[in-house]
């Protein structure tokens, strides 16, 4: 029996960070989604002023999140690297501002090659990854409730090209100083940089199973590409 038990356990902590089925949806009604797709109020309103305005180009842009694994048994779980290539968004490079978002239903878990450029030496099951997403849309980050994940940047006066970047997620607004690489060209503008956030601010309970013996890290670790191109 005490055979058995030891390789039940086993058996669990290998499915990954798989943790218990997702509690049923909150009664509070879902946030309505709508991304429009053309310049929105003041990037209309600048447009429409003759203001250069640019639109994120979803096709070259990247935003990942790499979460690691914790806990006393966290050799037998797995890091993560969550992606979103689905930013819709603009840039109004002369005011030094910036606002994008992406659905959280639409983020990819676990490519091989972002895992690979994250430095992971792994690559969990198909089950495995599709237990992560289903987990992570539905207990972790309430999807249903909140859809989108917004971001707002400013230029910081006499920073050079540090943002102060604002993250909406879960419903709660955090910002942060990110010193950001920004190349421009008459064609395009690319911004780079990196950040990391805790989850327990947006009031996001990290994942964990067998009384935290394997668990997510609150520590999340943000990359982000961003290209935008005049808008049209």
């Keep these: 029996m005490k055979h058995m038990t030891r390789w039940l356990l086993l058996a669990l902590l290998l499915a990954g960070c798989a943790a218990p089925p997702p509690p049923p949806p909150s009664p509070a009604p879902p946030v309505a989604v709508t991304v429009d797709d053309t310049a929105p109020g003041w990037y209309a309103t600048a447009a429409a002023a003759g ?22 048994m966290a050799r037998f779980g797995h890091d993560h690297v ?30 091989a090659a972002l895992r690979t450029a994250a430095g992971l030496d792994t690559q969990p099951s198909a089950d495995a990854i599709q237990g992560t997403r289903d987990n992570m849309l539905g207990r972790v980050l309430e999807a249903e409730r909140y859809p989108l994940v917004l971001l ?20 709660v607004a955090r910002w942060y100083e990110v ?16 950040l990391r956030m ?11 199973v067998m009384a935290g013996a394997l668990t997510v890290q609150d520590q999340m670790e943000l990359a982000f590409r961003i290209v935008a191109a005049p808008l049209k």
């Design 51 to 72: 203001k250069k305005i640019y639109k994120i180009d979803a096709a070259q842009s990247l935003v990942t999140v790499t979460v690691r694994r914790g806990g006393p």
């Design 82 to 111: 969550i992606a979103s290539r689905t930013l819709a968004g603009y840039v109004a490079p002369d005011a030094g501002r910036a606002d994008f978002q992406f659905r959280l239903d639409q983020m990819t878990v676990d490519e």
């Design 152 to 171: 707002q940047a400013e230029l910081l006066p006499n920073r050079g090209d540090t943002l102060k970047l604002t993250v909406t997620l879960h419903g």
């Design 179 to 194: 010193p950001t690489k920004i190349e421009r060209s008459k064609t395009s503008l690319t911004a780079t940089g990196e």
């Design 198 to 208: 805790l989850q327990t601010d947006f009031g996001i309970k990290p994942m964990s």
